[in-house]
Every structure is written in structure tokens, then in C-alpha cells.
Nanobody, 115 residues
Framework: QVQLVESGGGLVQPGGSLRLSCVAS????????MSWYRQTPGKEREFVAT???????MLGDSVKGRFIISRDNAKNMVYLQMNTLKAEDSAVYYC?????????WGQGTQVTVSS
């Protein structure tokens, strides 16, 4: 079955950087677009970034110029490099793919930006 496992979250000061990772299994990774979303309590899940199988990328407006999404098809990994972090970037970050007609999600990794 499809499995997505995120890692790399933690506590970082404003202006700092973090890199999130997601390892995928259960499907042909190189064929699928992979995405990152984030969610804070009481709010809907927000799109952050997506990368296609051919490594074309799209970023949400709130993270453009600060975040970079990338993938390594040989390792079934997708990454989110987060730079110049702000307090409002604090959230649980989820890895996502759409496979067999439905969305699949990881368990999430917490990112907290605070001094």
C-alpha cells in the first residue's frame, strides 16, 4: 500500500532554515507528482508546493522565493527546503500524492518557528 513518511521538522528561530524529507513506497514514485501541504489548528490544510515526475515545480504564494521543493527518484524521496522561516510558517507539514484516484498523506512533521 501507499506509504509516505515525513521527517526533518523541529524548532527553528525566525530567519532560519529547515529541510523536510518524505520517503515514499507502494507505487511507482517517478511517475507521480508529489506535494507538500501544511496545517495549523483550526485552519484548512494549505498547499505549499508540488513537483511533477519531471521535476517541474509550483509553489504556493506565501512561500515563493523562500521554499524549494525537489525530488530524488532513485531514492523515492521528496524534499522541502525552507529558508527565511517566519512564525507564520509554523504548522504540521504533510507529504501528499494522488494515486489510484485518491489522496494519500503521511503522518505529518511539526515545524515550529519561534525565538
Amino acid at each position: 500500500q501507499v506509504q509516505l513518511v515525513e521527517s526533518g521538522g523541529g524548532l527553528v528561530q525566525p530567519g532560519g532554515s529547515l529541510r523536510l524529507s518524505c520517503v515514499a513506497s507502494g507505487f511507482t514514485f517517478s511517475n507521480r507528482a508529489m506535494s507538500w501541504y501544511r496545517q495549523t489548528p483550526g485552519k484548512e490544510r494549505e498547499f505549499v508546493a508540488t513537483v511533477t515526475g519531471a521535476s517541474r515545480t509550483m509553489l504556493g504564494d506565501s512561500v515563493k522565493g523562500r521554499f524549494i521543493i525537489s525530488r530524488d527518484n532513485a531514492k523515492n524521496m521528496v524534499y522541502l527546503q525552507m529558508n527565511t522561516l517566519k512564525a507564520e510558517d509554523s504548522a504540521v507539514y504533510y507529504c501528499n500524492t494522488n494515486f489510484a484516484g485518491r489522496d494519500h498523506w503521511g503522518q505529518g512533521t511539526q515545524v515550529t518557528v519561534s525565538s
